[in-house]
T-cell receptor
Framework: EAQVTQNPRYLITVTGKKLTVTCSQN?????MSWYRQDPGLGLRQIYY???????DKGDVPEGYKVSRKEKRNFPLILESPSPNQTSLYFC?????????????FGEGSRLTVL | AQSVTQLGSHVSVSEGALVLLRCNYS??????LFWYVQYPNQGLQLLLK??????LVKGINGFEAEFKKSETSFHLTKPSAHMSDAAEYFC??????????????FGGGTRLMVKP
């Protein structure tokens, strides 16, 4: 089954404790991206990757890091989480190219930073 | 730059009534437009998309949307609401090319509630 898998789905942590949210897709998509969802703000892009070893900042990259060492994986790293990073996070992937654009989303990771 | 505005963060309809969720966009080039649906505790799922072919687009679950360039709108409709349509709906826009990052710009979302 084609899917984007995120882990963990739920996490409560404390300020400053490094954490990683994993994301894996099995569709051989070149493009992967992380979004955060906050009430009334929709989804905002954090980082994206056009292919292996190619990453770039989205709209709200501060406080986050990513890596793309393999095509299927795109982990999101919070080196020193703060309460304003409490949010619902989504990983998404798609093919690249002019005539695409449909993103396939994971089920989300709800993060609470105390 | 592109942006999306969804009028009404919450919309309530009765079961069987017309569903109308509004989306207006701004884009410097003719855009691609999308509607996604998010059911509770799930990720976003594509409902339908406009990519410069027919202006009236039909999607899953009986939804459709019409691209109106003169009004810069892409409103989502369904003739008869069902209880299972209760969810949050997101409109998104993307420039068809020259947009690094394949990035979709999302609206703030509209939560649809369906009353029995």
């Amino acid at each position: 089954e084609a899917q984007v898998t995120q882990n963990p789905r739920y996490l409560i942590t404390v300020t400053g404790k490094k954490l990683t949210v994993t994301c894996s897709q099995n569709m051989n998509h070149e493009y992967m991206s992380w979004y955060r969802q906050d009430p009334g703000l929709g989804l905002r892009q954090i980082y994206y990757s056009m292919n292996v070893e190619v990453t770039d900042k989205g709209d709200v990259p501060e406080g986050y890091k990513v890596s793309r060492k393999e095509k299927r994986n795109f982990p999101l790293i919070l080196e020193s989480p703060s309460p304003n990073q409490t949010s619902l996070y989504f990983c998404a992937s798609s093919y690249t190219g002019r005539n695409t654009g449909e993103l396939f989303f994971g089920e989300g990771s709800r993060l609470t930073v105390l | 730059a592109q942006s999306v505005t969804q009028l009404g963060s919450h919309v309530s309809v009765s079961e069987g009534a017309l569903v109308l969720l509004r989306c207006n966009y701004s884009s410097s080039v003719p855009p691609y437009l999308f509607w996604y649906v998010q059911y509770p505790n799930q990720g976003l799922q594509l409902l339908l998309k406009y990519t410069s072919a027919a202006t009236l687009v039909k999607g899953i679950n009986g939804f459709e949307a019409e691209f109106k360039k003169s009004e810069t709108s892409f409103h989502l409709t369904k003739p008869s609401a069902h209880m299972s349509d209760a969810a949050e709906y997101f409109c998104a826009v993307r420039a068809p090319f020259g947009n690094a990052g394949n990035m979709l710009t999302f609206g703030g979302g509209t939560r649809l509630m369906v009353k029995p």
